[in-house]
């Protein structure tokens, strides 16, 4: 009885120890490969973005890309789990093996060939300790691709955004002579890829032959490298970042609107009275973009959902509508708002570049694509084509147009290339009857905020709305604050900030 209790317990704590190591040998090989995918999709976004997606929860993501699901469960599961399982029992093994009697005959000749002591005390100081190596390992590589010294930066540096911020609200808007908005985000479009050098010839020729005035200077600023990043900071003049660190009632899927204190263009629009709509091809509930638009005073939002009716698969990519067959939608909701002879602004957003590889619509292939190039060549023609339909219509006599990318570009099959230039910008261009005069060239996402708003027809007084200075007033101050300093504090930990994250007080 005693012998069958030793042995369970021989067994019991052989068990727990393998069960042990293998956890830890999947959390150091699960941390690594989530980093190693992150990096292959995404580019390197901070944890801030990390973060900020889980604070919304995973609904949007689960139907959003099944093939990016799939990619996940294959790299971030199933391999961490098989190369932790295989080495647990290669290492369980060798254990037996020199724990066993080495009296046996088979045992003592191995023993007398390999210094069984010698084994045992190697495989005392690597063996026992391999765990904790490959989690140490693990952690340092998850920690240099999200960035988590300037994370921890970020908890103590001093509030940059409260020293800076310019409430919206406080601020006098005057109407001039308003116009309608039409504002296309074409995802990730950058001037690189109008670089000759590196691509033989400018992607972008047909955009760019639409005669707009740009910013060759668009710089991307912390805390909107990604869609609604990009998308609030145009439009609210401030990044994003994770609230959930900081405020224990607005973690998760708990957060039941999306920044309702924030004054954005929306709800100026909305006083002025235009009739706001948004269109864009993935899933609204993905990274919280639905509740932006339907709480900033958008009147319809239109997702993937909304819009797929009884689209056939060639017109569905995994995220949602192909470009062309968003803009077909676009055109039909573009006719029925001029057609009502109010003010109105309608955002669109495309999805055909996007990374990691890009999709082909039909339009594309048609065309004879069969490159990332030639997807990006393919969707400034049709985005130019769009524009192009407008202006025989009719519509630009009376609507403003700004086309620009939502942030630069992630990880796609050029990324090499335009990763070679020294400082990168976001493509931007306004399309007006009138052309606009520029008082500087520089601008961030956050001055996109008050001059598209003058683009439009309005005067801002001061020229400034959030983090924002109006590129195209005349009595705008020059920034006051260095990129450099952005760049450093910008994300800082700000009461400010999570007060417009706030619900607002009911009367």
């Not at 069960?19 to 999709?41: D, G, M, P, T």
């Not at 139907?63 to 990016?68: F, R, S, V």
């Not at 007398?112 to 300790?129: A, C, D, E, F, P």
């Not at 990318?405 to 976001?426: C, S, W, Y």
Request: proline content about 4%.
């Amino acid at each position: 009885m005693l012998r069958f209790i030793h042995q369970f317990h021989i067994r019991f704590r052989h068990t727990l120890r393998s069960s042990f190591r293998f956890f830890i040998y999947f959390v150091a090989f699960f941390l690594a490969a989530l980093a190693y995918w992150v990096s292959e999709n995404f580019g390197a976004p901070p944890l801030e973005q990390v973060l900020y997606h889980l604070q919304f929860g995973l609904d949007g993501l689960v139907d959003t890309d099944t093939a990016l699901i799939h990619s996940f469960v294959q790299t971030c599961l199933v391999w961490p789990i098989g190369l932790a399982l295989l080495i647990v029992l290669i290492d369980t093994a060798i254990a037996l093996f020199l724990s066993q009697n080495h009296q046996h005959y088979f045992l003592a000749q191995m023993a007398g060939k390999l210094n069984l002591r010698l084994l045992k005390g190697t495989y005392w100081v690597i063996g026992h300790r391999a765990p904790a190596y490959m989690l140490v390992a693990g952690i340092i590589y998850f920690s240099m691709q999200f960035s988590i010294l300037a994370f921890i930066h970020h908890q103590f540096g001093k509030d940059y955004f409260s020293a800076h911020y310019v409430y919206p609200e406080k601020v006098e808007i005057q109407a001039k002579a308003p116009k309608n908005l039409v504002l296309i985000y074409v995802e990730s479009l950058e001037n690189a890829y109008r670089d000759n050098a590196l691509f033989g010839q400018n992607l972008l020729a047909k955009l760019d032959a639409l005669g707009g005035e740009s910013f060759n200077q668009y710089r991307q600023a912390p805390g909107t490298g990604w869609t609604i990043a990009g998308i609030t900071a145009t439009q609210c003049g401030l990044p994003l970042k994770s609230v959930s660190l900081y405020d224990g009632n607005g973690v998760g899927e708990n957060i039941k609107s999306f920044l309702p204190r924030a004054v954005c263009l929306g709800d100026i629009l909305h006083e002025f009275g235009y009739y706001n709509v948004y269109m864009g091809s993935d899933a609204l509930p993905f990274s919280g973009k639905g509740k932006f638009f339907q709480d900033h005073h958008y009147d319809e939002v239109y997702g993937r959902e909304e819009l797929k009716g009884r689209l056939s698969k060639q017109q569905m990519n995994y995220w949602g509508l192909y470009d062309d067959t968003l803009l077909k939608h676009a055109k039909t909701k573009l006719a029925q708002l001029h057609a009502t002879k109010k003010r109105y602004s309608f955002v669109l957003t495309t999805i055909d570049t996007h990374g990691p590889d890009g999709y082909y619509s039909n339009t594309c292939i048609k065309q004879g694509v069969h490159d990332f190039s030639g997807i990006v060549q393919c969707t400034s023609g049709n985005v130019a084509e769009f524009v192009q339909w407008m202006k025989k219509r009719g519509y630009l006599k009376n609507t403003q147009v700004v086309i620009m990318g939502d942030h630069l570009a992630m990880e796609n099959p050029v990324f090499e290339k335009i990763d070679t230039i020294k400082q990168r910008h976001i493509y931007n261009q306004f399309i007006s009857r009138r052309p606009i005069q520029k008082n500087r060239d520089e601008v961030l996402h956050f001055d996109m905020y008050p001059t598209i708003i003058e683009f439009l027809g309005f005067e801002i007084i001061g020229g400034r709305l959030g983090l924002g200075y109006s590129a195209i007033s005349n009595n705008v101050p020059a920034p006051s604050d260095s990129y450099e300093e952005m760049e450093e504090n910008l994300l800082n930990s700000s009461e400010q900030y999570l007060d417009l994250w706030k619900p607002k007080e009911t009367p």
